[in-house]
């Protein structure tokens, strides 16, 4: 009846992985311009390391054990401020979400990404005032907050402060001391794994929320692609001259493709126009090709109502309770709920609005019925995918490839998946997982490995 979504599966997991592409490489040049890995170099006190600060001078143990608590007490301030979110959610505080998600974009962009910022400004000596510095500043930070949640606002722009948002955010998170950097990893794979799937998980029940109101999650998330109604087209294959419910209660009329045995012909799409439809062009049809009056009873009902109302020239929708009591009237009982074209539209339409939204986690992804609207990734995924190759390149080139294919492998498996399962599914645990095997992987057995043969000319 419609498109699988494997049909179109390549070109969705292509629209989320450019950008999650994009987002790492920029981390990676950041990481290797702006923030140099020095013996020296400053580490930030966040919520992330709120326990343990990594000292050069501890031992391996107290690094282990510091790591740990720092990981467990992050996951628990994620986990209460998602309980937050869902609480105020259920009780309709959706506005206070939206401006509080706005009052971050501000704020991130406007102290974070300042602050890079003015690191690229003093890096590369571009010659500009403060007073244009704050101007642009205050411009692009106001721009942001508005993008994520109001209307009328262009996708490409959305897009590309969500991707914005995700690089400087993980170019702050690439500062925190490696051991807690990779056990933060793990541990919010862990996390969003539970948090998604678990029953009473805080992301299940926030997206399970959103599904039942039919609204969109009030979270920052990055569309692959606008939301596109196909409401009039999808009934195209059903072979019927009814094509669509809209909205108003009414079904619109166009000319399909229909081929019928027990009739003496069929329409053709390429012969006829809608206008034919609109302007009275039904009675102008040739005898031979199709006798209307005997396959279609919302023809018949259709010229009755043209008779009648000479000084209009629109007839494209007919309103449905007043088709079905003239139907039932002029057929006397002859067709009934199982026969007609009306009631199994109407019935295909209600099926097709009761399909739930798949979302994966961590942020989340969101797949609403893949023909209606895009891909949707959560900032979340975005951050902690760039944090795990911003670390990696703090390291070596070598291993920033091996995290990167990791990564979209990863990504890869978990949109296949969605499109399979249908269902709400974590999206940071297969990437993660994958990234920091291969890294630690490469880091010790294939950097010594290539880097041995090469001193020995075994491999040049």
Known sequence: MENSILESIGVEIIGVMSPVSICMFLVVLLVYVVTPNTPNSAVIQT??????????????????????????????????????MVLLYYYNCTNFLKYYMRFSTFVVLGSMGGSIFLSIIQHFSIPVDSITCMILLFNFTIV?????????????????????LGIIVAAWFTKLPEWTTWTLLVALALY???AVLAPGGPLKLLVELAQSREEELPALIYESRPTINQANGRGGSLGLLVTGATDSSSVELQPITRSNEGNQGRVSPQNYSASDYSTGGVGNLPTNEIDIEETSPLVSNFRERQSTSSGSSEFSTIDVDRLRARNLENRDGEISEEASPLVDLINLENEREGRRNAVVG????????????GIKLGLGDFIFYSVLVGRAAMYDLMTVY?????????????????????????????????????????????????????TNLMMF
């Not at 994520?148 to 991707?163: E, H």
């Not at 961590?362 to 609207?373: D, P, Y």
């Open 192 to 194: 969003d794994l539970v």
């Open 402 to 454: 091996a995290c990167y294919l990791g990564i979209i492998s990863g990504l890869g498996c978990t949109l296949l998946l969605l499109s399979v399962c249908q269902k709400a599914l974590p999206a940071l645990p297969i990437s993660i997982t994958l990234g920091v095997v291969f890294y630690f992987c490469t880091r010790l057995i294939m950097e010594p490995f290539l880097v041995g043969t090469s």
């Open 47 to 84: 919520a992330a390391n709120l326990v343990y600060l990594e000292a050069p001078t501890d031992t391996t143990t107290q690094k282990i054990e510091g790591s740990l608590l720092n990981a467990l007490v992050f996951i628990i301030l994620i986990s209460l401020v998602t309980f937050l």
């Open 362 to 373: 961590g942020g989340g992804v969101e797949s609403e019925s893949i023909l209606t609207a």
């Open 144 to 164: 942001g907050a508005l993008s994520g949640f109001s209307q009328g606002i262009p996708i490409f722009l959305r897009q590309g402060y969500m991707v914005l």
